[in-house]
């Protein structure tokens, strides 16, 4: 029976693909790409492709509660506005803040600023955001007068140059690492060089790889800026009629960048692979440089920006085809919490609380009582306010603070001391809703209707093609009914996100004869029908440009004072923290293929779980080496700010003197992983970003005198484990576990843990106690229902092929007999670790069929397979295999 589809967009990255959902008559949840959508057409990456499985019931908070008991919404409401209005009333609108997040619809976004802003007076309203692209807005601020970022993605395809620099594209943003792919396969003149300390799998496209020293980014820059002064490369009509501070730039950068041998020496990287870059760059016309988190996450992030734009100005590659500076952007919607002033530092419609005339702009519009007078708090200095007591109440919509900010042990020290904590989300167990005094239900992906803009500034429609869950509401309408509560009925009368959005689109353009970028006037007078038919489009929309606007600055003017771009002299700038002695080594964190944030969606996906099923440490051969660290083993990395024990993965892919960890781990997954407790909470200080990609570390063994794993169908309390990761799979959990104690009785220990007090249970066990290794399984109706494997060491048996009995009914006599030994008997596949998440394909099937089909390309693995052929995000994976298998035959 066919399934009516709706159209929506990815909740994941800043991509902002378009998708096609639909429900059958089982409820189930089937997505696929939209072809018709200008993001993605048609592609989606393995995190997109298993949304379906994100979309059920588990760990969603159903119900409004306050202390952990359920109440009704009125009087969830009429607490926290209560108690908001109260504390303002004793302490002043400056005691109270709001930390939203990139995952709110536009919609919510507004709601939620224009309270705080223009109705209690405040400032203090800041995003996740902050985070991720602080600096690459206060950057293109400071260069263009206004956060206007100039490409679309067309012009990756019709550029012949694409500089990666500080983005792992193929697994951060991957449906755009497709269309680089793609373009490249279609151009062979098409270069591109990445700019990473690491080798990531994007280097799989890489012409050029370089794997500069951490933090020295900007003296890269800075020397492309001499080098191509130097060479005459400058674009002299477009520098001296739109641009202005040359030579000051010029300067600033010679000072330390003023030749490629200095630069070489500052990077770390031969003088010839610096030069030859910036021949390249130098003779290309068409370059886009695209810049993520690699730069945005640094001590002095927004100088690192401004590097870059330096030398698309310089060159006149902006505003035109296949060019420009491109922020890859990190959330979905961090986009349009710009739009709406969701930073600290903003008012909407990319007006400034700094700018008296746009104070006075937005509180005509909103006829509001009071407008905040300065800049509110940015995220890491808000929460460090509410530890010293200045923050008396906080409203957490959306993110998980406890554990994606910087320096997390005192994040989760500020909320244990808070007041007040209020928390709408639409997931119940987070390590931030546990030190939630109010807990209000949201609506998740699905459910949610809006809009949300994506990178190249394209405006795209969630919509709804699900029932809500439990009594969850819009973030908007939770927003509205507490303002409505703290006295403001009339200015928050909204009925639906199409009137949120309206109003949003009018005030953009009140006022605005072109001095500002932001304006979707033309879109402010749709009516509900046409809100509900909106087809993707890049802003500016306005009467003059009704269809959207593709690139900006074509007409070589921008929105400072002048009209002029302006170049920033920056200098090289040292990271914040520099290795000692005592942390030797730069911890640098991101994230992985598969997983998402703090794993509160993709934690629950089975098939997004298989790739990677514990948080590891990547570190170099050599540095393995110098620390005494085994491949597999448990080490504990050290900062100033906190520790984590993670697994160690040696990896020739890690730059010497670096050690890499995921962000997505917390308590929820984890005993001890989340990476943030160890990250410095150092700023920029212009942007307010964190420096997540430069803290100083030690990393030692973790000594354990056993190791083991558990496959449950259940999720258990574990007793007895020093350190244990869980991960979901299908129809089961999967727990890594090791302890510094043995148990005195271990048959006693794990019937305890997998069977409880009931005598009368089907288990099998093996023990070995002169090894030390033990193996019990539980059977409930002759099919598996858990089973315990310890060992003296990580050398333990595969747990996929054991995975895989969970689909399984009563277990047959080869399978029983298999069990405990753990190795697939002759005849049963085991398929290995997931390679391919999309299609679910392992590694040793993989391997097999290479070897057994003479494959020779991830290409011909994918013609008989499928693996590779959906978002690709595995295919330097493939190519990977391939490689060392052909290496390991000829050795």
């Given at each position: ?11 994941y990255?800043?991509?902002?693909c ?84 990139g ?34 807005v ?46 490249r ?17 994007t280097c ?11 933090g ?27 641009t ?19 630069v ?18 130098a003779?290309?016309?068409?370059v ?10 640094s ?8 590097s ?21 952007t ?30 006075d ?12 007078q ?70 998740g ?36 009914e507490?303002?409505?509560r ?5 200015a928050?009368?909204y ?11 009018a005030l953009?353009?009140f ?38 606007t ?7 003017r ?109 308590r ?19 942007s ?35 350190y ?16 510094a ?8 220990s ?25 193996r019990?399984?539980r ?10 494997f ?47 998440a999309?299609f679910?394909v392992g ?49």
């Amino acid at each position: 029976m066919a399934v009516d589809e709706v159209k929506t967009t990815c909740p994941y990255c800043g991509v902002g693909c378009g998708v096609l959902a639909g429900v059958d008559a089982q409820m189930n949840v089937s997505v696929r790409g939209d072809p018709g959508h200008p993001a993605n057409f048609g592609r989606l990456c393995s995190k997109g492709a298993a949304l379906g499985e994100t979309t059920g019931p588990e760990n969603r908070l159903l119900y409004p509660e306050l202390n952990g008991a359920r109440v009704d919404w009125g009087r969830a409401l009429d607490h926290v506005a209560g108690e908001f209005t109260r504390i303002v009333r004793e302490h002043g609108p400056d005691a109270v803040a709001f930390y939203v997040s990139g995952q709110l619809l536009t919609e919510d976004y507004y709601v939620a600023n224009k309270l705080m802003k223009g109705f209690i007076g405040s400032g203090n309203i800041d995003t996740n955001s902050r985070l991720c692209m602080s600096s690459a807005v206060a950057g293109y601020k400071r260069a263009f007068g206004a956060d206007t970022v100039p490409c679309s993605y067309e012009d990756l395809e019709r550029a012949k140059l694409i500089v990666l620099a500080g983005s792992n594209t193929a697994w951060c943003h991957p449906v755009l690492f497709q269309r680089i792919r793609k373009a490249r396969q279609d151009n062979p003149d098409l270069m591109v060089v990445v700019i990473d300390p690491r080798r990531t799998a994007t280097c799989d496209i890489a012409d050029q790889h370089l794997a500069l020293r951490p933090g020295t980014d900007t003296t890269l820059f800075n020397g492309l800026l001499c080098y191509l002064h130097e060479q005459q490369e400058d674009n002299s009509l477009f520098v001296s009629h739109c641009t202005e501070g040359l030579q000051q730039a010029l300067d600033a950068a010679r000072a330390t960048a003023g030749d490629v041998s200095a630069v070489a020496a500052r990077c770390g990287v031969a003088a010839d692979e610096v030069l030859r870059f910036y021949r390249l760059f130098a003779r290309t016309e068409r370059v886009v440089t695209v810049f993520s988190q690699g730069i945005n996450q640094s001590a002095h992030g927004t100088d690192k920006v401004n590097s870059i734009l330096n030398c698309h100005l310089l060159t006149g590659r902006i505003g035109r085809p296949g060019m420009g500076p491109f922020s890859f952007t990190g959330q979905p919607n961090a986009m349009g919490g710009r739009e709406v002033g969701g930073l600290a530092n903003q008012l909407a419609a990319h007006m400034e609380i700094a700018n008296p005339a746009h104070r006075d702009r937005v509180q005509r519009f909103w006829q509001s009582p009071v407008i905040a007078q300065r800049e509110g708090l940015k995220a890491v200095e808000l929460f460090q306010a509410m530890e010293t007591g200045r923050i008396k109440a906080v409203w957490i919509m959306a993110t998980n603070p406890a554990v994606s900010l910087p320096d997390s042990r005192r994040v989760r020290a500020a909320l244990r001391q808070c007041p007040l904590v209020v928390v709408s989300d639409c997931v119940r167990h987070t390590d931030t809703t546990h030190y939630a005094d109010v807990l209000l239900p949201a609506l998740g992906w699905g459910e949610k209707d809006g809009t949300v803009t994506n990178s190249e500034r394209r405006i795209s429609r969630q919509r709804a093609f699900l029932a809500p869950r439990g009594e969850a509401r819009p973030d908007w309408w939770i927003v509205s009914e507490v303002a409505r509560r703290m006295g403001f009925e009339a200015a928050f009368p909204y009925r639906s996100s199409a009137d949120v959005w309206r109003e949003h689109a009018a005030l953009s353009g009140f006022e605005n004869a072109g001095e500002r970028d932001f304006d979707i006037s033309g879109l402010a007078g749709i009516d509900d029908a046409a809100y509900a038919e909106l087809a993707p489009l890049q802003w500016p929309v306005t009467a003059q440009q009704p269809g959207g606007t593709q690139r900006m600055f074509a007409d070589g003017r921008f929105y400072t004072p002048s009209g002029k771009a302006r170049f920033i002299a920056v200098g090289a700038r040292l990271p914040a923290h520099a290795v000692t002695p005592e942390f030797p080594l730069v911890l640098n964190s991101g994230r992985l293929r598969d997983h998402w944030h703090t794993m509160t969606r993709t934690g629950t996906s089975p098939r997004l779980s298989g790739h990677s099923i514990e948080p590891c440490a990547e570190i170099h051969p050599d540095d393995a080496a110098r620390f005494d660290v085994s491949d597999r083993a448990l080490v504990r990395l050290t900062s100033r700010w906190g520790e984590v024990v993670v697994r160690a993965s040696i990896s020739e892919q890690q730059q010497r003197g670096s050690v890499f960890v995921p962000i997505h781990w917390s308590r929820q997954f984890s005993s001890l992983a989340s990476v943030d407790c160890l990250v410095s909470p150092a700023t920029d200080p212009v942007s307010g970003q964190p420096e997540f990609k430069h803290t100083p570390v030690r990393i030692q063994p973790c000594a354990a005198a056993w190791y083991g794993f558990i496959l449950s169908r259940r999720r258990l309390a574990l007793k007895n484990a020093g350190y244990w990761s869980c991960a979901r799979g299908r129809g089961l959990w999967r727990y890594e576990i090791a302890g510094a104690e043995v148990p005195g009785d271990w048959a006693r220990s794990a019937r305890e843990l997998l069977c409880g007090s009931d005598p009368n249970v089907n288990w099998l066990e093996y023990f070995d106690g002169a090894a030390n290794r033990y193996r019990g399984a539980r059977l409930v109706d002759g099919a598996l229902e858990s089973c315990i494997f310890i060992g003296p060491d990580a050398k333990l048996p595969s747990r996929d092929w054991l995975a895989t009995l969970f689909n399984e009914g009563a277990l047959d006599d080869a399978a029983r007999k298999s069990l405990l030994t753990g190795a697939a008997a002759a005849g049963q596949e085991d398929a290995g670790r997931t390679v391919c998440a999309c299609f679910g394909v392992g590694v040793n099937t993989i391997v097999n069929a290479v070897r057994n089909g003479d494959l020779q390309s991830a290409a011909e693995i994918g013609a008989v397979l499928k693996a590779g052929t959906n978002c690709g995000s595995c295919v330097p994976e493939l190519e990977a295999l391939i490689q060392d298998m052909r290496a390991a035959q000829s050795a």
